[in-house]
């Protein structure tokens, strides 16, 4: 039998794929909620109970009592402040073992996985239970990128590996080779913003998003969707590149309609290309 699924929901729709997914196999599931996070409206519907981001140790304790044996987590967690986090005891621990070694974000997340895995649950990645939302490898949708194009994506792509070690970002802006913007803490959508009043006279820049070297996926793979699309012709881009195989596109018809009206082209690269 299949243990039963902890999903750790923050915002947007991935908790919700994942709930209709365990619906549709019969997976038994037990959503684990985090108050400011997760959507209401989708988590009421199912087993579940709120937790506040900082309460570690009491959801460590529900998840046990709820007899989950595996844990993925999905959706959308905007960084709380310090404040805002108010940590339990659980996790003033962990961040006292941290110390002062200054992980960076990938660091970070192996640490909490650890931390996880040693309370015996088992973090399975969101793209081992949904395989399906894969980006493939080609253009989705009918736009399809042009030599300047091309160009812009390769530099955004030898841009990203050049700061693979330095943990910074998944994502980069380039419009005619220059370097509009990194994403850093900020997240994709507040780099296409701030991209947005740096854009130059001419063809569009694009979005270039690939893992990091070494990325922990099963917490932190690279996604988009149609509010990505939107976000990017808002900024006045022309196209999106992501990694194929290692990307998450969450609604890909409604993304590719979305991209086929604002005339932007999505297309999926292999990483060794």
């Known amino acids: 039998m299949t243990a039963r699924l ?44 709120w937790i506040r981001i900082g309460a570690a140790g009491k959801g460590f304790a529900i998840l046990k009592q709820q007899g989950v044996r595996e844990l993925v987590m999905a959706g959308r967690v905007r960084r709380p402040t310090l404040r ?15 110390g002062k070694r200054g992980l960076g974000d990938d660091g970070l997340l192996r640490a909490v996985i650890d931390e996880v895995e ?27 990128p042009d030599a300047q194009a091309e160009e812009d994506i390769a530099r955004g792509r ?9 943990d910074v970002g998944q994502a980069v802006v380039v419009q005619q080779g220059i370097v509009l913007g990194i994403e850093a803490v900020e997240g994709t959508d507040a780099l296409l913003e701030r991209c947005g009043a740096l854009k130059r006279k001419g ?17 932190d793979m690279p996604t988009i969707g149609p509010g990505t699309v939107s976000s990017a012709a808002r900024a006045g881009l022309r196209g999106i590149a992501v990694e194929a195989g290692a990307t998450i596109i969450v609604d890909q018809d409604e993304l590719a309609e979305a991209a086929d009206r604002a005339d932007l082209f999505v297309v999926g690269i292999a990483a060794d290309q």
């Open 6 to 49: 902890g999903i750790v929901a923050g915002g947007g729709r991935l908790p919700k794929l994942l709930i209709d997914a365990c619906r549709e196999s019969g997976r038994d599931f037990f959503v684990l909620a985090l108050k400011g996070q997760a959507d209401p409206e989708i988590i009421n519907q199912v087993p579940h109970e």
């Open 84 to 98: 805002d986090l108010r940590p339990d005891m659980r996790v003033a621990r962990f961040f006292a073992r941290l």
């Open 118 to 144: 040693g309370e015996g649950f088992r973090v399975v990645g969101i793209g081992d239970l949904l395989p399906a939302l894969h980006a493939e490898e080609g253009v989705l949708g009918r736009v399809r």
């Open 158 to 166: 030898a841009v990203l590996s050049a700061l693979a070690d330095t």
């Open 203 to 219: 063809p569009g820049g694009v979005l270039v998003k690939f893992s990091k070297r070494g990325q922990e996926t099963r917490v």
